[in-house]
């Protein structure tokens, strides 16, 4: 009695078990609408991805490139010493929205950045059909400013310096950018050799040519850049203006050779070329945006440009001297 007693126990147990497994299977599966996955420094909003960059990343950056290079981003790579995105397409930088011009990078202040913001193909006008974007969103003043030196000397050889202002006032937005670089190269040499086959010269066939030649050159170089540029923005409209000027001049670069020519056909065993040029580029450009909905907006871009260039260059052979 006992020993039927165990097994009916038993058998009720494993009904019980095999009832429970088969309610378990059968527990209906509800689809979210949007899962969200958050952590303290990057979370998925919508199709946005956000990241929090660290007060230290913020502290070593001086650009939007090297802060994003500073966050090592996962969904952000530099190929060829461009960034692309997750797609391998072009990262286009947006600062609050707005495309970033040569101003705004030149002035972007990292410890101002509260977040960044990365897409992908945005439905969103503001960011003008990029196919991969990076928006700064930093803080936004009414009033305010920011001057920003840089300055890079080689001496004596080489020189990049910059200054870039924006100030802030109501819906107005004034930015100035200043560059100016030169170069000095006077230690190039170089030397070689040149074989000519099969040639005439002077109603003389000769077989082969051969000429040495040992060469010193020098290089010049002297530039200047600038851009003012006023923008007027409301929440649906932008307007900016902008007036440029490129200025390059290469004040005097040439070169001196020593030439031996076998068999000494010309007797010119040097030779000396001296260039000079110079350019300037005034332009003027305007772009305009209008937003009308969160799905229709209107843009629109002119500019005129005018170049004057002027060059000139000598080059001379030299005959050897005969002495009497």
């Not at 039927?4 to 609408?33: E, G, N, P, T």
């Not at 001086?62 to 966050?71: I, R, Y």
């Not at 802030?168 to 004034?174: A, H, I, R």
């Amino acid at each position: 009695m006992a020993r039927f007693r165990c097994r009916f126990v038993l058998i009720l147990v494993f009904v019980f078990c095999s009832l429970h497994l088969i309610a378990d299977d059968s527990i209906k599966v509800q689809r979210l609408d949007e899962v969200v996955v958050r952590n303290s420094r990057s979370w998925v909003d919508g199709n946005k991805i956000v990241f929090v960059p660290t007060r230290h990343e913020k502290n070593l950056s001086n650009s939007p490139e090297s802060l994003l290079k500073n966050m090592h981003l996962p969904v952000i790579r530099k190929v060829n010493g461009a960034l692309k995105g997750r797609n391998g397409e072009d990262i286009t930088i947006f600062i609050n929205g707005v495309k970033a011009n040569n101003v705004d990078l030149s002035t972007f202040w990292p410890k101002e950045v509260r977040r960044v913001e990365y897409f992908e193909d945005s439905s969103d006008p503001a960011f003008e059909g990029a196919r991969a974007a990076v928006n700064l969103v930093t803080t936004k003043y009414i009033l305010g400013g920011v001057t920003k030196i840089n300055l890079y000397q080689k001496i004596p050889d080489f020189g990049n310096n910059s200054v870039s202002s924006k100030a802030v006032y109501k819906k107005m937005t004034y930015g100035v950018l200043l560059n100016g670089n030169f170069f000095r190269d006077h230690r190039t040499n170089t030397s070689g050799s040149e074989t000519y086959s099969n040639l005439f010269y002077n109603n003389v066939h000769y077989d082969n040519i051969n000429r040495i030649t040992d060469e010193h050159s020098w290089s010049k170089e002297d530039a200047f850049s600038s851009v003012v540029n006023a923008r007027y923005q409301t929440e649906r409209f932008r307007a900016t203006h902008t007036l440029a000027l490129n200025w390059k001049s290469n004040p005097g670069s040439g070169s001196n050779s020593i030439n031996t020519w076998t068999p000494a056909v010309f007797a010119s065993p040097s030779a000396y070329g001296t260039s000079k040029d110079r350019s300037v580029t005034p332009q003027i450009s305007g772009e305009y945006y209008a937003s009308f909905s969160n799905k229709w907006s209107a843009t629109g871009h002119w500019s005129y440009a005018f170049s004057r260039n002027h060059a000139s260059s000598i080059n001379s052979f030299r005959r050897q001297r005969r002495i009497l």
